[in-house]
Nanobody, 120 residues
């Protein structure tokens, strides 16, 4: 069983910063791609940023230059540093991990989400 737990959300004023953390735990051999997604009220879930096992990153155009994704493979963790936040960034942020097991199979796991609210 794998658990994925996000933390670090909260309320911040426009222009402020937050750092989200996500920890995966369980009988994990290796984590391949890790990523952050978000879902605002009334909207579909959208990709924010992803990072591969060899640290190749990908960002949504709306967050390029403001958000930075990073990971710590030894701790099975992924981070999202969010700077210069805007009210449009308000959403529930979800962590997504592609976990590989000793069997050689891999599965996607989602966290429960953490709320980020940016006030104007």
């Amino acid at each position: 069983q794998v658990q994925v737990l996000e933390s670090g959300g909260g309320l911040v004023q426009a222009g402020g910063s937050l750092r989200l953390s996500c920890a995966a735990s369980g009988s994990i051999l290796r984590i391949n791609r890790m990523g952050w997604y978000r879902q605002a009220p009334g909207k579909q879930r959208e990709l924010v940023a992803t990072i591969s096992s060899d640290d190749n990153t990908n960002y949504a155009d709306s967050v390029k230059g403001r958000f930075t994704i990073s990971r710590d493979n030894a701790k099975n963790m992924v981070y999202l540093q969010m700077n210069n936040l805007k009210p449009g960034d308000t959403a529930v942020y979800y962590c997504n991990t592609d976990v590989m097991f000793s069997s050689g199979r891999s599965y996607l796991y989602w966290g429960q989400g953490t709320q980020v609210t940016v006030s104007s």
